[in-house]
């Protein structure tokens, strides 16, 4: 009885998740172990709420605002450890086993003996759809997830714009 | 006395008795306000300060949402911009 209806509560939960849409699961323990974390998830109503206020915040503002356009989803998760092996790379297979379906693709991947980047892509109708970030680094994890479409080149630009670092109330810490 | 006599006398213009004027104005000043009134008026001012402060509220409310939504959403894309360039970074050194 259990079983069925375990099985009845992951179809439920499957079905109610947008066809390549990516939930980022299975580090939620991490924050307590982390001396900072960062955990933000904006759906689209947010996101257009952001775009109103950052309207007003000049040129900077705006040029974030059209960055955020395209977008239906971001979700980042970030940890920073004080020390090593806080983490598993385990703890990241259940993200990288939802990247392993169809429709994502794996177009960097960077190992070093410590390092791992990652970057997932995924297109619709030959536009991007969304984009994943893994970087793990022995003393930080951060996963980055954007749904919709996005100009890589103008988010790598953003640094340029000279954005100040904002601490966010509730957050773990204040990300640097 | 026929009909017509009978109305004219009945109908006869006659003036009002000394000090009826101030009478009537001294009798309406002092009525005083219907027992239903004063609890109408405070109830219609007490719902209407309470929609304005409802309404302030709200737009406040909404205010330090998208204040909080804008902060979040430049922190996300930081951190993306941030680690985006460090794997293009990792790439760059790795051709060299």
Not at chain 1, 133 to 160: M, Y
Not at chain 2, 59 to 66: G, I
Request: aromatic share 4%; hydrophobic share 40%.
């Amino acid at each position: 009885m259990h079983r069925i209806l375990l099985t009845i509560l992951i179809a439920s939960s499957a079905a109610a998740q947008l066809p390549g849409q990516l939930r980022i699961t299975g580090l939620d323990g991490l924050a307590s172990k982390a001396k900072e974390s960062v955990d933000i998830t904006l759906d689209s109503s947010m996101l257009q709420m952001a775009g109103g206020f950052l309207a007003s915040g000049g040129k900077d503002g705006n040029d974030i605002k059209s960055l955020l356009v395209g977008l239906k989803t971001i979700t980042v998760k970030s940890f920073q450890f004080k020390e090593t092996g806080q983490y598993r790379t385990e703890d990241l297979e259940p993200i990288r086993a939802q990247l392993r379906t169809p429709g994502w693709n794996k177009i960097v991947s960077v190992q070093s003996k410590e390092e791992t980047s990652e970057i997932y892509t995924r297109t619709e109708q030959g536009k991007m759809a969304g984009f994943v970030i893994i970087a793990a680094e022995p003393r930080e994890l951060t996963v980055v997830a954007i749904e919709g479409t996005i100009d890589l080149n103008d988010l790598a630009k953003l640094k340029a714009l000279g954005v100040p670092s904002i601490p966010i109330p509730n957050q773990k810490g204040t990300k640097e | 006395m026929n009909l017509d006599e009978e109305l004219k006398a009945a109908l006869r213009r006659e003036d009002p008795s000394p000090g009826f004027a101030q009478r009537v104005v001294a009798r309406t000043r002092s009525k005083p306000t219907p027992r239903w009134a004063m609890p109408r008026l405070i109830w219609a001012s007490a719902i209407a300060a309470m929609v304005v402060a409802g309404f302030a509220g709200i737009s406040e409310y909404r205010q330090k949402k998208a204040e909080r939504a804008g902060h979040e959403a430049v922190l996300a894309l930081q951190i993306a911009a941030e680690k985006l360039n460090m794997t293009r970074d990792k790439i760059g050194r790795w051709e060299n």
